[in-house]
Structure formats: structure tokens, C-alpha cells
């Protein structure tokens, strides 16, 4: 029983690190995209990729945070915040942002152990709708 109570605390952990990162972002949109450009702009990475990129970053965390918060399709969830973690990181690497890759390897930790651990997703909508 401890150990589906570990995976919801981690679970919610998890999720709330995304669904804040992404909450806080969308009210100010244009904002966090002209500073994403300007992070960016001495990188290999155009800004024809940095741009819509921007723009649609801080919708993805909104929405796979609150898909692992929930648990509502939570498989689906950490991947796409895997996938998200994982660009991310290319980015990150491609600005020389070293400060910035221990807590996104943290992230990638996380979703893979709650990855690994599904089956003990218990306290989550996708176990309701299974019943």
C-alpha cells in the first residue's frame, strides 16, 4: 500500500513542476517567447524553430502537467513531458546552459521511475475509468 502512496506523492510532484511551469508562462506568452529568441539567438538553432517552439512550450507543460496531476491518460502524460524534457535539453546543451541540465536530468529521472512504476498508479482518474 506505501508504495502507491510513493507514486501519487511523486506523481504529484512531478505533474505540479509542469503544470506551474506552464501556468505561470501563458498569461505572459509574448514575453517568454521574445526571451526564449533572445536565449537563443547566438545558437546553431534558427528562429524559425525557436519561435513556434516558444510559443507552444508553455501550452505542453500546461497541459502534460495537468494530465500527471490528475492522472488522466498518465502514461501519455509523462511521455509527452519525456518528450518535451528531452528538447529541452538539446536546447539547453546548444546555449551552453549548464546550470539548467542537472534539474531537467532530475525531470527525465522522475518520469521514468513513474514510467516504471505505472501499475501503481492507484490514486488517479485513469484507475476510476478502468473500473
Known amino acids: 500500500m506505501d508504495i502507491k502512496w510513493a507514486y501519487l506523492l511523486g506523481r504529484l510532484a512531478t505533474g505540479l513542476s509542469f503544470f506551474g511551469h506552464g501556468l505561470v ?4 506568452l509574448n514575453g517568454f517567447s521574445n526571451w526564449m529568441v ?3 539567438s547566438k545558437s546553431m538553432l534558427p528562429e524559425v524553430l525557436v519561435m513556434p517552439f516558444s510559443y507552444a512550450l508553455p501550452i505542453l507543460e500546461f497541459v502534460s502537467g ?3 496531476l490528475i492522472g488522466l ?3 501519455q502524460g509523462l511521455i509527452l513531458a ?3 524534457s528531452l528538447v529541452l535539453i538539446f536546447g539547453t546543451t546548444m546555449i551552453e546552459n549548464w546550470e539548467a541540465l542537472p534539474s531537467q536530468l532530475i525531470h527525465v529521472a522522475f518520469l521514468s521511475m513513474l514510467l516504471a512504476y505505472l501499475p501503481q498508479n492507484s490514486y488517479a482518474v ?3 475509468i478502468k473500473k
Open 126 to 128: 485513469d484507475h476510476l
Open 38 to 40: 533572445e536565449q537563443f
Open 25 to 28: 508562462r501563458l498569461p505572459k
Open 66 to 68: 495537468l494530465m500527471i
Open 82 to 84: 519525456g518528450a518535451i
Open 73 to 75: 491518460f498518465t502514461r
